[in-house]
């Protein structure tokens, strides 16, 4: 995944999807895992389609495809 790529994250909840967004990452940085846990989590920055630029905090239950 690089900066610039036309990015879709599905957010899940107890194996729900309850949201999808789609959009161009325009930032990508890990953060320290919460809560003594071992799993990796990463913040990103991405310009929504609808033209808002959004601030995410992936988790790992979070789906993320590269659309291009």
Known sequence: MKI????RITRF????KINTT???LLHFRPVEPIKDTHKKS???RMLETNGE???FILVPEDGIEVLG
Do not use: A, Q, S
């Open 4 to 7: 610039g790529n036309l990015i």
């Open 13 to 16: 909840f107890k194996d729900w």
């Open 22 to 24: 789609t959009g161009v």
């Open 42 to 44: 990463f913040n990103i």
């Open 53 to 55: 630029i959004e601030n």
